[in-house]
T-cell receptor, first 114, second 112 residues
Framework: DAGITQSPRHKVTETGTPVTLRCHQTENHRYMYWYRQDPGHGLRLIHYSYGVKDTDKGEVSDGYSVSRSKTEDFLLTLESATSSQTSVYFC?????????????FGQGTRLTVV | GEDVEQSLFLSVREGDSSVINCTYTDSSSTYLYWYKQEPGAGLQLLTYIFSNMDMKQDQRLTVLLNKKDKHLSLRIADTQTGDSAIYFCAESRPGGYNKLIFGAGTRLAVHP
């Protein structure tokens, strides 16, 4: 593993509640990403960050917000969880030695919204 | 994942070669990747190829790229049971960050 820790690994939450997922890296990579994985869709980008306090939207950003107050931490928040956000969420990092070529992924967080 | 397509399932006998295919649509893609996902795990970067290359070999893995047809393949020689996993093809689009577009994944089943 490339020094990426996601927490929690599993979570069950009720519709309408806020949820925050955490990604922590020890690699000092510049870029961090949140993806969701759903059957038949592969992984789709939710949001990404290109530095502290610098974030931007991906292709499926509706219903999600992110924050990055430190280089090592990237938080994904579901303000009001819906059943359509039941998914496996992966954090990724790039930027090793200034290169964005290789993306390394965390172990994933399985989120179930009931 | 509509921009990157893969067949969903492949079954091979242990010891045979596996070939997993992928097609993509964006001719501006800079890198093309193969990731492996084992059950309950994250994605492991297997290999990648720069878009101006035709072939890359890394031990049992051979990547072939046909840029004209936008076709990418991953060949695994001497396939083992430990190779059973889901394999994702992904393309990288130009930009300041690494924008990866994934296929839906090919589940490889290796049987004795």
């Amino acid at each position: 593993d490339a020094g990426i820790t996601q927490s929690p690994r599993h979570k069950v939450t009720e519709t309408g509640t806020p949820v925050t997922l955490r990604c922590h890296q020890t690699e000092n990579h510049r870029y961090m990403y949140w993806y969701r994985q759903d059957p038949g869709h592969g992984l789709r980008l939710i949001h990404y960050s290109y530095g502290v306090k610098d974030t931007d939207k991906g292709e499926v950003s509706d219903g999600y917000s992110v924050s990055r107050s430190k280089t090592e931490d990237f938080l994904l928040t579901l303000e009001s969880a819906t059943s359509s956000q039941t998914s496996v969420y992966f954090c990724a990092i790039t930027g090793r030695e200034g290169s964005n070529t290789e993306a390394f992924f965390g172990q994933g967080t399985r989120l179930t919204v009931v | 994942g509509e921009d990157v397509e893969q067949s969903l399932f492949l079954s091979v006998r242990e010891g045979d070669s596996s070939v997993i295919n992928c097609t993509y649509t964006d001719s501006s893609s800079t890198y093309l990747y193969w990731y492996k996902q084992e059950p309950g795990a994250g994605l492991q970067l297997l290999t990648y190829i720069f878009s101006n290359m035709d072939m890359k070999q890394d031990q049992r893995l051979t990547v072939l790229l046909n840029k004209k047809d936008k076709h990418l393949s991953l060949r695994i020689a001497d396939t083992q049971t430990g190779d059973s996993a889901i394999y994702f093809c992904a393309e990288s689009r130009p930009g300041g960050y690494n924008k990866l577009i994934f296929g839906a994944g090919t589940r490889l089943a290796v049987h004795p």
